[in-house]
């Protein structure tokens, strides 16, 4: 049955048209000179002397013909980059694009500020720009002011209150020194005043805390990548009363130190009227699966899990649950569903982390380093067809040699198995993998209407030679129409990565899909 949907569907005699044969050159012209942009640029990172650990997005380099700009780096990894350089070296990098200026002025990146200023008017909109942008986030601040502004004599800081008895002349001169002071030290209260209203804001955490204190039926709290405001110990401001009445819970920041969590299972404790959770999965225990499975718990309808690479690499995967915890809670809530997003996870860690009894319904591969192997694909297909619903898989690892293919050494593809096994699969993304057109035409028809997204970018499907060796066929052309017919609606590939609906930075796109993930029940 796979066999027979992975052939290509001959054209009837007569078919091939000089548009086609066109259409297969300029194609294989693309992957050509994608290949050679890919060279370019792995020469160009070597002769830096740099390794890079992250990558840009590719589809607008490819497609587009030019080089992926420094804009298409995702915000956290740009924030990282900064956070190697002086203040002066962070101020001239920003001024390459909007993208990077608006990355400058991250609180992490700002703990404490120095402001060295004239004592003039023209200072006044610097300031003001400053405050505005870091005034409510800095921890410590220190303003100084030029000497060389203050003026003495005339009434001026110095004279010790002495009387002027000069006349004529010199008198007049006083005077106007005397007026330049006043002005001069105008000048310099307004700007310590702009410093002061702005600084008066800076009670974020504060006024977050005094948030979860005064609320008395606070339902839904989430808190996503919020860094240094809430803090491990945000949630004891909340009183058990309130901690009642809570349905959702969303607490996630991959930047917190060490063993931190922002909840503890003891905690966890209080909220038992919640129907959704959302954590990072090294935050997520086994004390706390034990915990969602006690009796005076209404039953977790919704559970969001972001596996990070910062926090596997400083937080342990050994006190992750184990199956049988998983068993527990799917007993405890016949309806509960598990979203999960591995970002830059290892195939060893990402098979300890999927357990067969996870009633996973969504999962987010997304890499800047490693790949997902098929193996893995095979797996999730194999443990999770009964539930899966949204696969989602990006890549953005810089390889010369291609994209990978799921598919290598293997008698049969792991995206067609997935097709094949998971039929309640309604949403299919693929970006920086190898997908066979052959392959592509059989996951159409697999699923068919019930496949309501299927979203894979134009660099990424490939066609065998066989395909393009046929004459009387358009293989780019008999892709599109095959792929249509089987999902029962105009389908076309991906143009351009930004295009596609799940482009966009990993924490932002977790965060988004969680919410709607939540929002469900």
């Given at each position: 049955m796979l066999l027979f949907l992975s052939v290509p569907q001959p054209r009837p005699p007569g078919a091939r048209t000089r548009a086609g044969a066109a259409r297969v050159a300029r194609w294989r012209w693309q992957r050509l000179r994608l290949q050679q942009l890919r060279r370019l640029r792995g020469l160009l990172r070597g002769l830096r002397g740099r390794p890079r650990t992250g990558s840009l997005r590719r589809g607008r380099m490819?497609?587009?013909?030019?080089?992926?700009?420094?804009?298409?780096?995702?915000?956290?990894?740009?924030?990282?980059?900064?956070?190697?350089?002086?203040?002066?070296?962070?101020?001239?990098?920003?001024?390459?694009?909007?993208?990077?200026?608006?990355?400058?002025?991250?609180?992490?990146?700002?703990?404490?500020?120095?402001?060295?200023?004239?004592?003039?008017?023209?200072?006044?909109?610097?300031?003001?720009?400053?405050?505005?942008?870091?005034?409510?986030?800095?921890?410590?601040?220190?303003?100084?002011?030029?000497?060389?502004?203050?003026?003495?004599?005339?009434?001026?800081?110095?004279?010790?209150?002495?009387?002027?008895?000069?006349?004529?002349?010199?008198?007049?001169?006083?005077?106007?020194?005397?007026?330049?002071?006043?002005?001069?030290?105008?000048?310099?209260?307004?700007?310590?005043?702009?410093?002061?209203?702005?600084?008066?804001?800076?009670?974020?955490?504060?006024?977050?805390?005094?948030?979860?204190?005064?609320?008395?039926?606070?339902?839904?709290?989430?808190?996503?990548?919020?860094?240094?405001?809430?803090?491990?110990?945000?949630?004891?401001?909340?009183?058990?009363?309130?901690?009642?009445?809570?349905?959702?819970?969303?607490?996630?920041?991959?930047?917190?130190?060490?063993?931190?969590?922002?909840?503890?299972?003891?905690?966890?404790?209080?909220?038992?009227?919640?129907?959704?959770?959302?954590?990072?999965?090294?935050?997520?225990?086994?004390?706390?699966?034990?915990?969602?499975?006690?009796?005076?718990?209404?039953?977790?309808?919704?559970?969001?899990?972001?596996v990070h690479n910062v926090s596997v690499m400083h937080k342990s995967l050994d006190n992750m649950p184990n199956d049988e915890h998983w068993k527990a809670l799917s007993r405890k809530s016949t309806n509960l569903r598990v979203y999960i997003m591995a970002f830059d996870i290892k195939s060893e860690d990402m098979l300890k982390i999927l357990k067969p009894s996870i009633p996973l319904e969504?999962?987010?591969?997304?890499?800047?380093?490693?790949?997902?192997?098929?193996?893995?694909?095979?797996?999730?297909?194999?443990?999770?067809?009964?539930?899966?619903?949204?696969?989602?898989?990006?890549?953005?690892?810089?390889?010369?040699?291609?994209?990978?293919?799921?598919?290598?050494?293997?008698?049969?593809?792991?995206?067609?198995?997935?097709?094949?096994?998971c039929t309640k699969l309604s949403l299919l993304a693929v970006h920086g993998y190898t997908v066979w057109a052959h392959n592509l035409i059989a996951i159409a028809r697999l699923r068919g209407s019930d496949l309501k997204v299927l979203e894979v970018t134009e660099e990424s499907i490939d066609f065998d030679q066989g395909e393009l060796a046929d004459q009387d066929v358009d293989p780019v052309h008999n892709l599109i129409e095959q792929v249509s017919l089987g999902l029962g609606q105009p389908w076309h590939a991906i143009m351009d990565i930004e295009s596609l609906s799940v482009f966009t930075e990993p924490n932002r796109h977790f965060y988004r899909e969680m919410q709607s993930f939540s929002e469900d029940i």
């Open positions: 490819a497609l587009c013909g030019q080089a992926a700009g420094a804009a298409s780096l995702p915000s956290e990894l740009i924030v990282h980059i900064f956070s190697f350089l002086s203040a002066s070296d962070r101020l001239r990098a920003s001024a390459s694009c909007s993208h990077w200026r608006e990355c400058l002025f991250y609180p992490a990146l700002w703990p404490q500020l120095r402001i060295c200023l004239r004592v003039s008017p023209s200072e006044q909109p610097r300031l003001e720009f400053l405050m505005r942008k870091c005034g409510w986030f800095v921890r410590e601040l220190r303003v100084e002011f030029a000497a060389e502004n203050y003026l003495s004599g005339g009434g001026g800081p110095g004279d010790g209150g002495r009387v002027d008895t000069r006349t004529g002349g010199e008198e007049v001169e006083a005077l106007q020194l005397s007026t330049r002071w006043l002005e001069v030290l105008r000048t310099y209260l307004e700007l310590v005043l702009c410093v002061l209203v702005s600084i008066r804001n800076n009670r974020i955490q504060q006024l977050f805390e005094e948030i979860l204190s005064n609320s008395r039926q606070l339902k839904w709290l989430s808190c996503g990548f919020m860094l240094e405001i809430v803090t491990p110990t945000s949630l004891s401001s909340l009183s058990n009363s309130i901690a009642n009445t809570m349905e959702h819970l969303s607490l996630l920041d991959n930047n917190i130190p060490g063993n931190s969590t922002l909840i503890t299972a003891v905690e966890l404790e209080q909220f038992v009227n919640l129907r959704s959770l959302a954590l990072d999965f090294c935050d997520f225990t086994a004390e706390m699966a034990r915990v969602l499975t006690d009796n005076n718990h209404v039953p977790l309808q919704r559970l969001s899990l972001l969504r999962i987010h591969f997304d890499s800047y380093i490693t790949c997902v192997s098929g193996a893995i694909v095979d797996l999730i297909s194999r443990q999770y067809d009964k539930f899966l619903t949204h696969f989602i898989l990006m890549n953005d690892v810089i390889d010369t040699s291609g994209f990978p293919d799921l598919s290598d050494n293997r008698n049969e593809d792991p995206l067609v198995l997935l097709a094949w096994r």
